[in-house]
C-alpha cells in the first residue's frame, strides 16, 4: 500500500481529527495499553504523516524499522561527534507506541518523522548540567532517557499523581486497571486519549500554579525551560507538516505530559523566541540493541517500566493473557526441575481471577498473578518467584539491529568478528570455557581481552572450573547496550579492534604512573596478542624499572611479569626480553628486600607481607621458565631460588624485622624443605619466649599460621608447634590478651571448621593427653610417625592416568610429567 485515503472514521471530537486540529494521541511510553490504541486510533483516522517524539536527525533511520533483521527492544542513540562518551538513548521495544507508530506507518506507505527537539541541543544541554553540577560539587547522572529532561513536581510523576487521585496507592496498578486491561476505546478509538488529555491539562494546570508560572519564560539552565523549549520546537514541527500535508491530515504520538502544551497556539515568534541561542554539538546517530533490563526502572532508566517482561506478554497475547502468562511461569519453574502440573496452573489462574475480584479490578494483574504463583506454584516460597521475576517478569530479551544500520568502524570489525567467532551478544549471562589450544577458542581469548584493554568489558575472566593451566580460560559474557556506547568512544583508538587496542596500549603505557601499571599493561599486552605494542611498553617497563627504587613497586610488579612469561609460552610469544627484566627485577628485590622490612608499622608490615608471598610464588615459576627454555631437568634447583631462600632466612632471624613477615619467612621455608621440624620449633619458641611482647608474639603466628596457606592442618600435624602456641597464650596476661585477641581471631577464622574443631579437640585434652590417644607413641591422633610409602605409591598408578601417562613399563614414577604445576 503506497498511498492513504482518509477513511471514514475521522471522527470529530476532543482529540480525533477534524476541524484543522491534527490527532495528538499522548500515550505513556512503554505502555502496551497506549501502543494498541495508537494502533487503532491510526487505523480509523489514516493521517498522511505520523510525527513521533524523537530527535529529528534520526528521521533517515526509520526505514530500517521495517528491516526484517529489526529485532526490538532496540534505541536510538546519538552521541556527540567529538566526545563519544557523552550520549543519550531514545529506547523502543515492540510494546512501545513511538515503534509501533512507526511500523503502522511504514506499512501504510505514510511519511513518519521525529519532532523533539534535535539532538544537538540535547547533548549540548547534558554537558551544560554536568558542567553546573561539578561547580555545585555534585556527581553527574548519566544523561539517559527519551532526550527528555523531569522537573521537580507534577511533571516528575502524572500518572502517579491521576493515581492518588483515583485511591490508588500504585500508578502501575492503576494504569493497568485503566488502560492495560480494557478495550482500545470501545468502539471510539480516540476516547482513551480524549480522556488522558483532559487529565493531563488539569494537571498542568495545577503544575503550573505551583511553580508560578514555570513554563511561561525561557529560563535558561532550569529544567522546566527547558521543557518549554522542547515543547516550542514540537509546536514548530507540528505547524510546518499541517502546511505540507493539510490541517487535518497530521497525527501527533508523544507523552502524554506533552499534549496540552501542543494543543496551545502561541505566536510562531514566541516559540521561535525561546529556541534562539541554544547551544548545540555535533551529533552523530543510529540504532543500538536495547533489553528488556534496561527498559526497567530498577536499571537506572528515568522512564523505564517495572516489568516490561509482562508488558510484552500483554501485548502479544491475543486472548486469554493470564493462562498463557501462568503457562510460561509453569514451564520456567519445570526447566527448573521443580514440580508443576496442568492442575497447578489451573489452579492458579482460578486463585488469580478470584484475587482480581476481591481487589475490584477488571482483571487480574501482576500482582494478582504473583500472589497466585507463589501460593500454587511455588509453595510459598520467595526463592523461585524471584526466579520468574527476573526471567519472566523483566526478562532476558536483546534486540537486534540490522548490518545496514550506521555504526562507526570499530564496531563494524567487532561485529565481523563476532560472527566470525560465534560469539554472539546475549542479555543473559553465559559463561564460556576456551581452551587456547583449539585455534578459534585462542581468538576468542584475544578479543575479549583487547575489548577489555580498550575499555569494552563485554566478558569477564572468572576462575576455571576443574583446571588452573594456562591452557584454560573462563569467561563470563554478558551484552549491555552501554557497551555500544563505549565501542564508539574506543573509535579514537583505531578503526579494527586490534588497531585500537595496540593504540590504547601504547597510550596507556606512557601515561602509566607506577611500575605495577606498565607490568600489568604488559600482561595484558600478551593476553591479547598485541605484538606491535609490546615493544613500547617493553621499553617503558625497563625506563620505569631502572629507575624504580622502591621495592614495595618491584615486588607489585615481578608477579604479572611471570605471570606473562607463562601466558607467553601459551600462545606462542617470544618472551625472551621479558624473561631478563623479570630477573632483573627480582636480583633487586632479593638485595632491597631485608632492609626494606625494617621498623616498619603494623598495616606497612602486613602489605610487605603480602609482597613477600607474591614473590616467593613468582621466583618458583620464574625458575622453572628459564629452567625450561635452557633445558634442564630440574628447574626446581635453580639459583634464583637458591638466592631467594636466603633472603628468606635472614628475614625469619632479624629482630628488627615485623614479627608478621619473620613468621612468614620461617613457613615459607619449612614448606620448601629449607627448614627442619625441629628448627622451626626452636625459632616459634624463640619467637614466643616471655621477652617478647604479646603484640609481636601474636604477629608471628599470624605470618607463620595465618591466612589459607594450611597453617590449621599444619598445627593439627605437628603438636609440638601446637603446644608452643598453647603455651604461650596460656601465659598471657589479662591485660595483654585482650589486646592480641582481635589478631588471633583474625588468624584462627580462616580456618575450615573440621580444623577449628581438630585444634579445640587437641587443645581440650591437653599437653599429657594429646600423645596417649594417638595411635603411635611419636605421632598425633590419627597419624603414624612416619610416611607409609607403601600406602603412597599406591596411588601412582591413578595418578599416571590421570596425567596421560598411561601405565609406568619399569613400575617407577620418578620422571615428573611435563606441565605438572601449570
Not at 642 to 664: E, K, M
Not at 766 to 790: C, I, K, V, Y
Request: charged share 25%; net charge negative.
Amino acid at each position: 500500500m503506497t498511498s492513504v485515503e482518509r477513511g471514514p472514521a475521522a471522527v470529530e471530537g476532543a482529540v480525533g481529527p477534524g476541524a484543522g486540529r491534527p490527532l495528538l494521541l499522548g500515550v505513556r511510553h512503554h505502555g502496551p495499553g497506549s501502543a494498541r490504541a495508537v494502533r487503532a486510533a491510526l487505523q480509523a483516522a489514516r493521517p498522511r504523516v505520523v510525527l513521533v517524539e524523537g530527535p529529528p536527525e534520526a528521521d533517515a533511520l526509520i526505514p530500517l524499522a521495517a528491516d526484517e533483521d529489526m529485532r526490538p527492544p532496540v534505541a536510538l542513540l546519538a552521541h556527540a561527534v567529538d566526545e563519544p562518551g557523552r550520549s543519550t538513548f531514545w529506547p523502543m521495544a515492540e510494546f512501545s507506541p513511538e515503534w509501533v507508530a512507526l511500523r503502522w506507518a511504514l506499512e501504510h506507505g505514510v511519511p513518519a518523522r521525529f519532532i523533539d527537539l534535535p539532538a544537538t541541543y540535547t547533548l549540548a544541554w547534558e554537558r551544560e548540567r554536568e558542567t553546573e553540577k561539578e561547580t555545585e560539587g555534585e556527581t553527574a547522572a548519566e544523561a539517559e532517557g527519551e532526550g527528555a529532561t523531569s522537573a521537580d513536581g507534577l511533571r516528575d510523576d502524572p500518572l502517579g499523581a491521576l493515581a492518588e487521585a483515583a485511591g490508588y496507592d500504585d500508578a502501575e496498578r492503576w494504569w493497568e486497571d485503566v488502560v492495560e486491561h480494557r478495550g482500545t476505546g470501545e468502539g471510539d478509538p480516540f476516547a482513551p486519549f480524549a480522556a488522558l488529555e483532559e487529565a493531563m491539562g488539569a494537571l498542568r494546570e495545577a503544575d503550573d500554579t505551583d511553580a508560578g508560572g514555570r513554563e511561561s519564560g525561557h529560563e535558561n539552565g532550569r529544567e522546566g525551560g527547558r521543557e518549554a523549549v522542547r515543547e516550542a520546537y514540537m509546536r514548530l514541527q507540528v505547524r510546518a507538516a499541517q502546511r505540507e500535508f493539510g490541517d487535518d491530515g497530521v497525527a501527533v504520538v508523544c507523552g502524554a505530559w506533552h499534549v496540552p502544551a501542543l494543543r496551545r497556539k502561541p505566536a510562531v515568534a514566541a516559540d521561535r523566541a525561546l529556541l534562539k541561542g541554544l547551544a548545540k554539538v555535533k551529533a552523530d546517530l543510529t540504532w543500538v540493541p536495547w533489553t528488556y533490563r534496561r527498559l526497567a526502572r530498577a536499571g537506572g532508566y528515568g522512564a523505564g517500566i517495572d516489568s516490561p517482561g509482562w508488558y510484552a506478554h500483554l501485548f502479544g497475547a491475543r486472548d486469554r493473557p493470564v493462562e498463557r502468562w501462568l503457562t510460561k511461569v509453569a514451564g520456567l519453574l519445570r526447566e527448573e526441575d521443580l514440580t508443576v502440573s496442568p492442575a497447578h496452573v489451573i489452579e492458579a489462574v482460578r486463585l488469580a481471577e478470584t484475587l482480581a475480584v476481591l481487589r475490584g479490578r477488571p482483571l487480574p494483574g501482576l500482582s494478582e498473578t504473583t500472589d497466585a504463583v507463589r501460593a500454587v506454584l511455588c509453595e510459598g516460597s520467595d526463592v523461585p518467584l524471584a526466579l520468574i521475576h527476573d526471567r519472566l517478569v523483566v526478562g532476558d530479551v536483546l534486540g537486534e539491529v540490522p548490518v545496514t544500520a550506521p555504526a562507526v568502524p570499530l564496531q563494524r570489525d567487532l561485529d565481523r568478528q563476532q560472527r566470525r567467532l560465534r560469539l554472539k551478544p546475549e542479555a543473559a549471562d553465559r559463561e564460556w570455557e576456551l581452551d587456547l589450544r583449539r585455534e578459534n577458542d585462542a581468538d576468542r581469548s584475544r578479543l575479549l581481552h583487547r575489548l577489555r584493554l580498550v575499555g569494552v568489558p563485554w566478558g569477564e575472566p572468572v576462575v576455571s572450573r576443574g583446571s588452573t593451566g594456562t591452557f584454560r580460560e573462563t569467561w563470563r559474557l554478558r551484552w549491555e547496550p552501554e557497551l555500544s556506547v563505549r565501542v564508539a568512544e574506543a573509535g579514537i583508538w583505531g578503526t579494527t579492534v586490534l588497531a585500537a587496542a595496540t593504540g590504547r596500549a601504547r597510550a596507556d603505557a606512557v601515561g602509566a604512573r607506577g611500575l605495577a601499571e606498565v607490568t600489568a599493561l604488559a600482561e595484558a599486552c600478551l593476553l591479547a596478542g598485541l605484538p606491535a605494542a609490546l615493544p613500547t611498553v617493553m621499553r617503558i617497563l625497563v625506563d620505569r624499572a631502572a629507575l624504580d627504587t622502591d621495592v614495595g613497586h618491584l615486588a607489585q610488579a615481578l608477579p604479572a611479569l611471570v605471570r606473562s612469561l607463562r601466558y607467553g609460552d601459551v600462545r606462542g610469544t617470544d618472551t625472551g626480553a621479558l624473561a631478563e627484566v623479570a630477573a632483573g627485577l627480582a636480583e633487586r628485590i632479593f638485595v632491597g628486600l631485608p632492609p626494606a622490612c625494617a621498623a616498619l608499622d603494623t598495616d606497612a608490615a602486613q602489605e610487605m607481607r603480602r609482597h613477600v608471598d607474591a614473590v616467593h610464588g613468582a621466583v618458583g615459576l620464574l625458575e622453572e621458565a628459564r629452567a625450561t627454555d635452557d633445558g634442564d631437568a630440574l628447574p626446581g634447583s635453580g639459583e634464583l631460588r637458591s638466592r631467594w631462600r636466603a633472603v628468606l632466612r635472614v628475614l625469619s632471624g632479624r629482630d628488627s624485622v615485623p614479627g608478621v613477615i619473620r613468621g612468614r619467612a620461617v613457613r615459607l621455608l619449612l614448606d620448601g624443605g629449607e627448614l627442619g621440624q625441629d628448627e622451626a620449633a626452636r625459632l616459634m619458641g624463640l619467637a614466643l619466649s616471655q621477652g617478647t611482647p604479646p603484640g609481636e608474639a601474636a604477629a608471628w603466628i599470624e605470618g607463620f599460621v595465618g591466612g589459607a596457606s594450611g597453617g590449621g592442618l599444619l598445627l593439627v600435624h605437628d603438636e609440638r608447634l601446637l603446644g608452643l602456641v598453647d603455651g604461650w597464650l596460656t601465659g598471657v596476661s589479662t591485660e595483654a590478651f585482650t589486646d592480641v585477641l582481635p589478631l588471633l581471631r583474625r588468624t584462627f577464622s580462616v580456618y575450615e571448621p573440621a580444623v577449628r574443631r581438630t585444634l579445640g579437640e587437641l587443645v581440650r585434652r591437653g599437653p599429657g593427653e594429646r600423645g596417649r590417644t594417638a595411635a603411635t607413641a611419636s605421632g598425633p591422633h590419627g597419624f603414624a610417625a612416619d610416611l607409609d610409602t607403601g600406602r603412597a605409591d599406591a596411588v601412582l598408578p591413578a595418578v599416571r592416568l590421570l596425567l596421560g601417562l598411561g601405565p609406568d613399563p619399569d613400575g617407577s614414577d620418578d620422571k615428573e610429567p611435563a606441565g605438572v604445576g601449570t
